[in-house]
Structure formats: structure tokens, C-alpha cells
DNA sequence: GATTAAGCGAGACGGTACGTCCGGTCTTTTT
DNA sequence: AAAAAGACCGGACGTACCGTCTCGCTTAATC
């Protein structure tokens, strides 16, 4: 017997760095059903009051389940949000009819519409917190959520400014920004209504400024 | 909420709500303990592990003596918010040099190097997110913080249209969003630097659009 | 006023040394039900599976409650039986009628019997399994509780060695051990029953080994 | 032996009692290492912190490999003491040369040497505990294992008496369990040293007591 | 030699309990 | 009566293991 069991500690099973979990094991069923109940208990009791136990609960599912994929439930709901509410991955590019003010009239009237379906909006706003309070969740969002993005917007009046519709010297990111910047803060503060009144007077009045002189 | 039904009922409540707490034997040293503390605190950790007891532990006071003078860690900040960073009551009307493109990239520009203030931008970030999550509060905020608010953008722009500098049919309150709303979203969202270029490309181009035609 | 406690760095609130709570405030009413759902709980599912959770929700009592005050559950259990089960605190010595076997027959008798009440014998044994792998433990079981320990055993043996009833060299632990060592191994590792026959045989065959010579 | 699903069962077993796994195709490497791991570990950390997972782990053993043969950790370390630690399986009867008292006096010594032996020890405590947890655990411990049986001093004693050393009406069983509990109490609730003098002075002092009058 | 059915290493899974942290209430003592 | 202190009940945290359950992969035994 005695039979030392190899001084040099193995892995040592202390708390040392975790190896991630293996993605092609994972069980779709529970997946799915975590997203969901997400999403449910979001629009439910809102993201504050949002805890890791209720989504296990809910989804019929171990915690551990969800600590093992995803870090925290700000995670949980991006991915919730891309999957079930959100546009999958693809960039869905604004349409180019020619017509730029009806193009971008359209885009912002059909997310206004968006952001005034609750199942839309709690999960939504629950992201833009996370993202408010973490700069590296904020980065997530933004490279995977098409509404809360720019880079479609900058792209239609990169056409728009080619074909000679808008100023040569306009600055495309901040034109960008004039568009999305008053929705999003009329949005999340809460400063009023998000109906089409609003969002084709922001186009006309945006567009106002970009054309070019004469 | 869920305003638990108190089950020793005093003799002759009626409405059985806890009486208020008399102002005029406030401590205000606690007071500006907490407010102090709490500065501090959602500067170091962020406004998501700002706790309560953390405020107590660091002003050294009982953790009873914030519950009894605010409903919210939320709340509190605001407190603390208007008292040491913000303006402390009077609203600060925007300059009226006559010059509209010149008095706004003067307060824009005053406004970004305000929100590169470590020691303001962290309660603000705060007040923000919590306002997104509570309407109640969001009211609350806007109403007792200039910064933030849009009416003396308002005021200004109004003047700026009765002078003839404007359209006679400009939409006064997108006018001021059109303002604030890139400024916020840039910030809230960190979409890109808060610096006195940005500013001053944005008052630019939105008036561009303001302007009387030809 | 009152001595502020130096701004900086009040107790630091890092993972340092809890400071132990006061025992003045303590509340007694928690107190008796933590340690009464012990009792009842080891009772019902036995020591492996007896949880500090448990224990808590049929207290009606915060986890935390039992965790400010017990370091393990062997420790709850360890107040709950002497407070309930066992002597309050005073050493319970040994008849001395001058007839030493009378008065050790009886003794054993009346622990045999103890050891027949399920109530009595489920709490002790769980105490005795965590005196097996806590020797801290061990000790403050052995230190407080009457039953298990030896020296009331000696203290009788010396009065009847004194009185000329025993060899002038008998080693009085060891007479000791020879009394509470085979009940106890027949008890805890269940190797027949306890009854008065047995424990009368065993302190007749012991006694009948110490007496002097002649 | 095509073994379908169990012939003698319906056909919708669903929770039906699982079939037992064959031996006969029993990894002997994998059965060694988790018999080592286990000693190894319980020897680490005591019986309380010893876990399947670990003892997988450090075996390099799935931990079904371990479900499928053991029904708990306890049987798991049952099998490596009595393969590594304990007689593999004969009973190692005490030797009779004549002389009561030596004979005695030798196997205690050489038990408590063993019990010194903190390879032999923590794994033995463990199985003490284990047993003392559960009564079914007890007897195989018992009937496996021949250190803790007492069945070995019945033999010796019972020849003893035969030749006229021991009263012709001693408790055979009560004698030895006379011998061995006061060990036993002594070393598993650490209430002294397990040394000669001891076992030697027990030994004497039983024998005492059970010579034949006169 | 091909088939096939274990046993096996690995580890994801639904769960339970852990011990800690904090929310919000209550009580005691001090100011 | 407010305040400092902190005990209290409750509930969520993130972790550790439980015992079960797939996954390939290897290894015998049967075809």
C-alpha cells in the first residue's frame, strides 16, 4: 500500500481556470426553453426584478444550465433577443427605392411600431440597460441587434449622398445619429410618443439639413 | 409596493400608513453623509453594485436613517446628484447672445466636458438607468435636472424663431431633440467620443435644417 | 459630535474578519425554534440528510440566523441536545449509596434506556458521527454533554477505590473506558441490543477484575 | 445470449428496475485506480469532504463507471480497504499458543499499530462513520472486515475457556466485546493514545475479572 | 472479418444545498 | 424623536455535487 500518488498535483481539482463546455453536447431543448422563459419573465416583471433562478424555473432547467453558457442574464436575453424577437444575424439593409426620404420614413415608422409591441420593447430595454451599465455588453448588442444599429442607416445615405441626393461633405455617421439618436432617447426616457408624426417629421427634418445647397 | 398589511394595527390609524418622518428634526450631517457616500460609492462600483448597506457602511449610519428619508437607492442619488454635482435648483437658462449657432455650441460643448467628468458622468449613468427602468423616477429626474432637460433648449430655440432665425413652422420640441438626443445616445450607448467636434458638426447640421428657406 | 470613525476606510467592507455579533440581541425565540426543528429534523430524516435549510424554513427563520450564531449544524445540534435532550449543564455525578455495584448497574440501566428513546438516541448519535470526523467537536461534545463522558465514572470509581472497594492500583480511566467503551461500540456500530442484562453483566465482569485480591 | 431487453418483463418497462452490468467485462484498470483514488482522497480531505466527482477525477474514471458499480461512496471505500488495506479475505484467526494473556496482548498491540497508521486510519474512520450512519453499511463492514469483528476473540476466548483458563460460565460475546470496545471508544471519540500500555493494561483487566474462583 | 453490444471517459443535465450578500423591517440604546 | 447599530426574515446569488443521461470510442463476444 502507501503508493504516493504522484507529488505533482494533477489538475489538483483546486479552483483553477474552468474549461468551457462543450457547444456540440448541448442540449437544444433546454436552450430554447431558457430563451423563452426569458423573454416571458422579462416582459413580466421587468429586467430589474429579472433573476437567474426564475428563468431556470420557469424553463424547467438546472441553474447551473445557465451559468454554464451564458455569463450573466444581460447574456441570456441578447440571446434570447437575437433568436426569438430580433432580426436572426443577417443585416436586414434599408431599402433603396431611389427615394431616400420615403426609404428612411419607412425604416423608422416600421420601428416605431416595433418598439410599441411590449413583447418587442421589455426585452429590448432590458439590453439597453445592461448595455448602459456594461460597456462590453454594450459592444454585443450593438454588433448583433440590426434596429439599435447605424451602420444601416450610414449605408442608405452613403447611396443617397453618390447619387447626389445630399451634401458632398456630409458626415454620414452623424447624419446617422441625428435619425436614431432623438428615437432612442425619446424611447428609453420615455419623452414622448413614438408615432409616425414623430419619426417623419425627425426624416424630413434631418434631410432638411443634408441636401444639397442651391 | 406589496405594502405589507401590518398586523398590529394602531387603534385609530384609518388608512394604517406609516406616518411621515418630521423634516425639521432631520440630522444634516447624516444627511450629507449619505449623499457624500453615495457619490462615491456609484463612482467606484457602479450604479448595479451600489447597495444600500455600502452607502450606510460609508457614511456611517444606520442603514434605517436612509430607508426612513428615501424610497430608493435611486432616489438617493438624485438627492445627491442635484445637491453636490448638478445645479442646485435655479434652471440655467441657455446664454441669448443673439448669435443661436454660437450660444448652442457653447452649451454643448460645456455639456461634453461636464460628461467627461468621471465624478459626474457615474451618477449620472446611474440616474439614467434607473430612469429607464422606473417612469416614476425618469419624471423625477427631468424635472429637477437642467442638464438633462430639454425645455431650456426650448426656450431658446423659441426665442431664436420669434427673432426670424428659424422657420416660422419649426416643431420647437423635435428641434431640441434633434439636439440632445445624438449627444444622449453617443454617451449612454458609448457610441463614440463626447468631444467639442461632435458637438459642433451637430448644432450645425440641425440648424441647417431650421433654417428659413431661401 | 460622536467621534466619526476616521472617513477613509471605515472597516475597509473587504472579506476581512467578520466582526462577531453582539449576543445581547439576540433573539430567543429563534434561538429555541433553530434549536427545537434540530431536534425534530434529525428525528425525521437523520443527520447525513439533515440540511441547515431545513432547518431554517420549520424554524421560520432567516439562513442567516443560524450561520451568525453556529458554525455547523453539529454545532446547532450540539446546543439543541443539551439545552432539550441532555443534562442542562451541571455533571450529573453518580449515586454513591456505598455499594458501588448497585450504583453503576443503576447508572447503565438508566443510560440503556436513554438510549432506547428514539428521541434521545437520534440527536446523540448524530453528534457522536460529527464527533468522529471533528475532533474540535469532539471535544466540546465531550466537555458539555454528561452522558458520554468518563469523569463522572471516575470520580465514583476513586470514592469506592478510597473506600478499600477496589485494588489500591487500578487505573481508574481505564476501569472507566472498560464501563462506557463496550456500550458504546454496541450502541453506535448496532452490535446487539442494549438491555439490562447486558448492562448489568458488563458492570459485574468489570467490577469483578478490580476488586483487591484475597 | 442475445439478452433482448429482459424477456421476462412487458414490454413497456419504462422506469423498470435496470439490468445489472456484467462482470465479466469489468475494466480491472479503471476498478483499480478508483480503489486507489479513494484512499488516496479520503486520506486528503475525511470522509465528509470525499466526493464521487473527485474520486473520478482523480482516478481519470467516468463517474458512471463508479455508479455502476458501487451503490455509494461508502461501498466504494468498503472494497478498497478491504482490497488494499484490510485481509483480503480469509479471517486472520488470533493464534492460540497456550497462553491467553499473550496471545491478546500481541493482537492489540498490533491493532493499535495499525490504527497508527494514518493510511490504515482515515479509511477505517470513515467506514466507522459510514456505518454508524447506516445499519445495512454495518453489517457488510462487519462481516468483511476482520480487525473490527469481534467474532476472532470469541474463537480465541472460547478455546481459552475450553482448557479451563476462563470461568466455565463467561459471556464470550460480552468478553470480547470488553476487549475491543474500549479500543474502539478510545479511538474513534480520540479520547487517549492507542499505545501498549494501554492495550496491555485492557487486556490484564479483562482477564481479571473472567479467571475461574479460586 | 464484420457486426454488435456492452463497458468506458467525458461531461451535460435537472436538481438540492451550500454559505454569502443584500433588501427592507424591527428593536435596542444613545443623543 | 431621530439616529447608530445591527439582528432579523426572506430570497437570490453563484458554486459544488448528486445521480442520471447521452455521446463517441474501445473492446469482446457472436455471427
Known amino acids: 500500500m502507501s503508493q504516493r500518488p504522484d507529488p505533482d498535483q494533477p489538475p489538483a481539482s483546486g479552483t483553477g481556470a474552468r474549461r468551457p463546455p462543450d457547444p456540440s453536447r448541448r442540449n437544444a431543448r433546454s436552450r430554447a426553453a431558457i ?3 426569458s423573454l416571458q419573465l422579462v416582459g413580466e416583471v421587468g429586467y430589474a426584478r429579472l433573476t437567474i433562478e426564475a428563468i431556470a424555473a420557469r424553463a424547467g432547467v438546472g441553474k447551473q444550465t445557465i451559468y454554464r453558457w451564458w455569463p450573466s442574464k444581460a447574456a441570456v436575453l441578447l440571446d434570447a433577443f437575437t433568436e426569438n424577437g430580433g432580426e436572426p444575424g443577417a443585416e436586414p439593409a434599408i431599402p433603396d427605392t431611389g427615394d431616400l426620404a420615403a426609404d428612411l420614413r419607412a425604416v423608422l415608422r416600421a420601428t416605431a411600431d416595433e418598439f410599441s409591441d411590449p413583447a418587442f420593447e ?13 460597456a462590453d ?4 448588442f450593438d454588433a448583433r441587434l ?3 444599429g447605424i451602420e444601416v442607416y450610414i449605408t442608405r445615405l ?3 449622398r453618390d447619387a447626389g441626393q445630399l451634401r458632398e461633405d456630409v458626415d454620414l455617421r452623424l447624419a446617422a445619429e441625428m435619425l436614431t ?4 432617447q425619446r424611447w428609453l426616457a420615455r419623452r414622448g410618443p413614438l408615432d409616425h408624426d414623430f419619426t417623419d417629421a425627425l426624416v424630413d427634418t434631418v434631410l432638411a439639413g443634408l441636401r444639397p445647397r442651391g
Open 146 to 148: 440590426a434596429g439599435g
Open 137 to 140: 455588453l454594450s459592444r454585443e
Open 35 to 37: 430563451l423563452g422563459a
Open 158 to 160: 452613403r447611396a443617397a
Open 122 to 134: 421589455a426585452p429590448y430595454r432590458a439590453l439597453a440597460i445592461a448595455g448602459a451599465q456594461d
Open 181 to 184: 439618436g432623438p428615437f432612442f
